[in-house]
């Protein structure tokens, strides 16, 4: 039977853990070869070494997503290796539990770098060459901050509801290069990141 991404390449962000695990794991038994990409590079590896455990195709790379040297190291990397580069998945994602009157200024700029810069350095970096190729598809992952408000998530809110907007720019210039943009508002996961707010109402 013929998988549905068969020779296809998939970059996903955050990979080394929760959704972006999920993520990776799903494309590649779609027939994807996926990049795990991840701050944290031991995970990556583990995820990337249990795809492959199964027969299937992944490799491993450590990135900063606010670093754009990181970003474009990552997309040179995989447009060398395997010539193309068909799905991005924008996963990565942090948040600082603090009112905003408490939340310093480094940790308002971690939250942004990483859940809005660093989609948007991941789509400079792979847009030449999905232009080049003539089609590809971009998700970027938002979240229900995107849709309603709670409080102490002042800079996640901001960087959902931006991430939903850029995603929509992203697709009307993608259009003319049949490069697709989705964005996905998925609700409470149970992984590490959701663990923290057990028994609040969020």
């Known amino acids: ?3 549905a991404l068969a020779n296809q390449v998939a970059i996903v ?3 080394g853990s929760g959704l972006g695990e999920a993520a990776s794991r799903a494309l590649a038994a779609a ?3 996926v990049v795990v990409v991840d701050i944290h590079g031991d995970n990556a590896q583990r995820v990337a070494g249990e795809i492959r455990a199964q027969a ?3 490799v491993a790379l450590t990135a900063d997503v606010r670093q754009w ?3 474009q190291a990552v997309a040179d990397l995989v447009a060398t290796d395997y010539g193309r580069i068909d799905i991005l998945v924008n996963n990565a994602a942090i948040d600082h539990t603090v009112s905003i009157d408490q939340m310093s200024i480094q940790q308002w700029d ?4 990483i859940n809005l810069r660093g989609p948007f350095l991941f789509c400079k970096a792979v847009l030449p060459v999905m232009e080049r190729q003539g089609r590809g598809h971009i998700v970027n992952v938002a979240s229900t901050a995107a849709k309603r408000a709670w409080g102490q998530a002042a800079a996640y809110h901001a960087s959902k509801w931006g991430l939903i907007g850029f995603t929509r720019g992203l697709g009307v210039e993608g259009r003319p290069y049949n490069i697709k ?3 996905i508002v998925p609700g409470g996961m149970r992984t ?3 663990d923290r707010f057990a028994g609040t109402d969020i």
Request: hydrophobic share 50%; proline share 0%.
């Open 1 to 3: 039977m013929e998988q």
């Open 69 to 71: 040297d990181d970003v």
């Open 110 to 113: 971690d939250v942004i770098g």
């Open 13 to 15: 962000t955050g990979a």
């Open 192 to 194: 590490h990141f959701f």
């Open 181 to 183: 943009a989705s964005v």
């Open 56 to 58: 299937l195709r992944a």
């Open 31 to 33: 027939g994807a070869t």
